[in-house]
């Protein structure tokens, strides 16, 4: 069964850090492209950042460019998202979803993704 686990979310001031893991399990990591998306409350799902299976290649959205770094270590079966200088507007649910072994995610449905992890931005 295939599943995924984020950890790591939690209460930040503007202007912090915090970084999400995401633990992988019923399928090898490697194989797969990982993306980060966000649902922020009253609102749609939002991809936030991809990570490829090759040469670990990444894509940001507009709004966290600069900001977020997605990561990944097959050996662990985990990917992460380590975000610095968070803001008010980053506040929300949190995440990680399996994309397809050539391509990224389509926020579909019917693509794995893990129950999330809430990050607040506040003071």
């Known amino acids: 069964e295939v599943q995924l686990v984020e950890s790591g979310g939690g209460l930040v001031q503007p202007g912090g850090s915090l970084r999400l893991s995401c633990a992988a399990t019923?399928?090898?990591?490697?194989?797969?492209?990982m993306c980060w998306a966000r649902q922020a409350p009253g609102k749609g799902l939002e991809w936030v950042a991809t990570i490829n299976r090759g040469d670990y290649a990444t894509y940001y959205a507009v709004s966290v460019q600069g900001r977020f770094t997605i990561s990944r270590d097959n050996a662990k079966n985990t990917v992460y998202l380590q975000m610095n200088r968070l803001e008010p507007e980053d506040t929300a649910v949190y995440l990680c979803?399996?994309?397809?072994?050539?391509?990224?995610?389509?926020?579909?449905?019917?693509?794995?993704r893990g129950q999330g992890t809430q990050v607040t931005v506040s003071s």
């Open positions: 979803m399996r994309g397809a072994t050539d391509r990224g995610c389509s926020l579909s449905d019917d693509e794995p």
């Open positions: 019923g399928f090898a990591l490697r194989d797969f492209w």
